[in-house]
């Protein structure tokens, strides 16, 4: 199988092997030096001194408690949406009672750091800032740094989903000053889904200390105290732990700067595959992911009828469009544990496939976006 979504994503077999080892005591020493270990690793991959806090839970958890553990019901936040992920975000900060201000982009393109700049002027009463880095239901990247230096320059709290992008695409969280970090363990990380990272900056600490949005499970104050401990608040998931061990041993192997080449290398790889079919991409090349590449299917070709036909005759597992963009993509995911060659196993398998859904690449117009 070659099964190529943005998350969950591969993983080597000496991670999965990791998972069948027997269960521990959570609050012993064997699994508190392993939280230790991991803890610190993280920091090292999300590029930060401040606090790396893993809870069991998916990436939208981590959402949950960014939002929770930062603001009040009634303050004020920019939600920055470009996607689907965006439009989540801004969400969950609803739900909880956060006075959540929209700024939109189109899905396919990237946030423009102008706009983010005209509304942080215009809204002087804003708490924080939410932005998706890797918008992974468009496979646009926003620039970050840039966006990041704007919010700074506003002095509000920055919180990022950087659930696709952290480890494999650059992100250095202190440097950019991005208060609240947040990834998942299923995506770029080669590790089976159930943990979700969470960084947080002195200056989210101190707006914890004021947060009333209600929080139980996520309560991050509770997880730092008992971290001292090298404990997590609740049982946490022992055999997603064992794997990330294993995982981010050969991530340290690896070394970051090579696993943000390779991802670089790869995605290229990926989109000059499919413009080389004659296919068009739904990102601009500047603002394109490494992480997960979106592809028009062509005029006459259902994506949906491409995708059983590549998971039935090639074992290639491509995800979908996500909401309006269902009946017009599909989605290439490239992160974690890949090479060029999975990817040119794709490429093959949609020139052989795509001729016999009717395609005809000198004859058929490919939609505009
Ligand atoms: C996958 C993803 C999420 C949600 O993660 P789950 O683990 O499915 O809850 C959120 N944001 C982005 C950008 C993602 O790629």
């Known amino acids: 199988m070659n099964l190529r979504i943005p998350g969950p994503t591969p993983v080597p077999e000496s991670v999965l092997q990791a998972m069948t080892k027997q269960m521990v005591n959570h609050r012993g020493k064997e699994f508190g030096e392993l939280v230790q270990k991991i803890t610190e690793r993280l920091q090292g ?5 401040g606090d ?36 989540r975000f801004a969400k969950i900060a609803e739900v909880f009672g956060a006075k959540v201000n929209h ?27 939410l932005l998706v880095h890797n918008e992974t239901s468009t496979g646009v990247t926003n620039d970050l740094k840039a966006i990041a230096a704007i919010v700074r320059q506003h002095d509000k709290l920055f919180l990022v989903d950087a659930i696709s992008s952290i480890g494999c695409i650059p992100l250095p969280t202190d440097e950019w000053g991005c208060d609240v970090v947040l990834s998942g363990s299923q995506k770029g990380w080669m590790c089976p889904p ?3 990272f969470v960084s947080f900056s002195q200056r989210a600490w101190a707006a914890n200390k004021t947060a ?16 001292q401990k090298q404990q997590t608040p609740w049982t946490p998931a022992v055999s997603t732990f064992y794997a990330l061990g294993v995982s981010l041993e050969l991530m340290a192997q690896e070394g970051l700067e090579n696993i943000h080449q390779r991802h670089a290398r790869v995605a290229r790889r990926a989109r000059e595959g499919v413009r080389s079919l004659g296919l068009k991409l739904l990102a601009p090349e500047s603002c394109a992911s490494n992480t997960v590449t979106a592809v028009y299917a062509p005029s006459g070709v259902d ?6 036909t590549l998971l039935a005759e090639y074992k290639i597992d ?11 993509i599909f989605r290439i995911g490239h992160l974690g544990f890949v090479t060029e060659a999975d990817i ?15 395609y005809r690449p000198a004859a058929s117009a490919v939609p505009k976006s």
């Open 103 to 129: 700024l939109s982009f189109e899905w396919g393109q990237p946030v423009d750091p102008d706009a983010v700049r005209r509304a942080l002027a215009a809204h002087p009463r804003l708490k924080a800032v």
């Open 45 to 49: 991959f999300f590029q930060t001194k």
């Open 344 to 358: 040119d196993k794709v490429t093959a398998a949609l020139r052989e496939a795509l001729p016999r859904l009717g």
């Open 52 to 87: 790396v806090l893993i809870l069991t839970a998916s990436g939208t958890g981590s959402m949950e408690a960014a939002v929770t553990n930062t603001l009040s019901p009634g303050d004020e936040v920019l939600a920055i949406t470009n996607g689907s992920f965006g439009d």
């Open 212 to 227: 009333r949005m209600p929080r139980f499970y996520f309560d991050l104050g509770r997880a730092k105290t008992i971290l």
């Open 194 to 196: 159930g943990l979700a």
């Open 303 to 308: 994506p949906l009828t491409l995708r059983r």
């Open 318 to 328: 491509l995800a979908e469009g996500q909401e309006k963009l269902a009946d017009k």
